[in-house]
């Protein structure tokens, strides 16, 4: 099984700051990695598909990059609207997701 | 508008049987993957299940195989999860997911909570 390993699992930033959570598989997984964004109480929304590729409608403050084993999330000029958790989740072989990073404001 | 509506969660005690559904709209059911995902309360989120388009193949994490099952039924654009022998560890919020087809959840349901204990 392909195991993800997030980081850091909890985050604390400003208005207007640059963020990046990071994302290691256990294994190459070939750009097949997702990131959602969950706020509190709501339901996951997908934000990057295939590593770099932005989904319908999110901002494009947010992206993606990485290859191989290891992958990162960007959030530029951090909004207030961008509290949430955030997971990343390989689809390589299966399924497997990221234990999250919690990013609260400062 | 792509909604996934999901239904069937509650209260069951260990052992027992619950069967969740997952009513879609907005898209065309039959072309897509779909798979449930669960969230246990304050953790992350854990892949459970998924079927093909046609429900020809499915698949399964270790720890609900044998237990659950997924169906899905194109005519009414609906998608099942029977989770038989239903352990306190499976109790979570359950999302049903529409599946770009073997790759990332582009579409979540609002999820349906289901806790097992006696």
């Known amino acids: 099984d392909i195991q993800m390993t997030q980081s850091p699992a909890s985050l604390s930033a400003s208005l207007g700051e640059t963020v990046t959570i990071e994302c290691r598989a256990s294994e190459d997984i070939y750009n097949g990695l997702a990131w959602y964004q969950q706020k509190p109480g709501k339901s996951p929304q997908l934000l990057i598909y295939n590593a770099n590729s932005l989904h319908t409608g999110v901002p494009s403050r947010f992206s993606g990059s990485g290859s191989g084993t290891q992958y990162s999330l960007k959030i530029n000029s951090l909004q207030s609207e961008d509290v949430a958790s955030y997971f990343c989740q390989q689809y390589y072989n299966y399924w497997t997701f990221g234990g999250g990073t919690k990013l609260e404001l400062k | 508008e792509v909604q996934l509506v999901e239904s069937g969660g509650g209260l069951v005690q260990p052992g027992r049987s619950l069967k969740l559904s997952c009513a879609a709209s907005?898209?065309?059911?039959?072309?897509?993957?779909m798979a449930w995902v669960r969230q246990a309360p304050t953790k992350g989120l854990e892949w459970v299940a998924s079927?093909?388009?046609?429900?020809?193949?499915?698949y399964y994490r270790d720890s609900v195989k044998g237990r659950f099952t997924i169906s899905r039924d194109n005519a009414k654009s609906t998608l099942y999860l029977q989770m038989d022998s239903l352990r306190s560890e499976d109790t979570a919020t359950y999302y049903c997911?529409?599946?770009?087809?073997?790759?990332?959840?582009?579409?979540w349901g609002q999820g349906v909570m289901v806790t097992v204990s006696s």
């Open positions: 079927i093909t388009n046609s429900g020809g193949s499915t």
């Open positions: 907005g898209f065309t059911f039959s072309n897509y993957y």
């Open positions: 997911t529409r599946d770009q087809t073997g790759s990332a959840f582009d579409y």
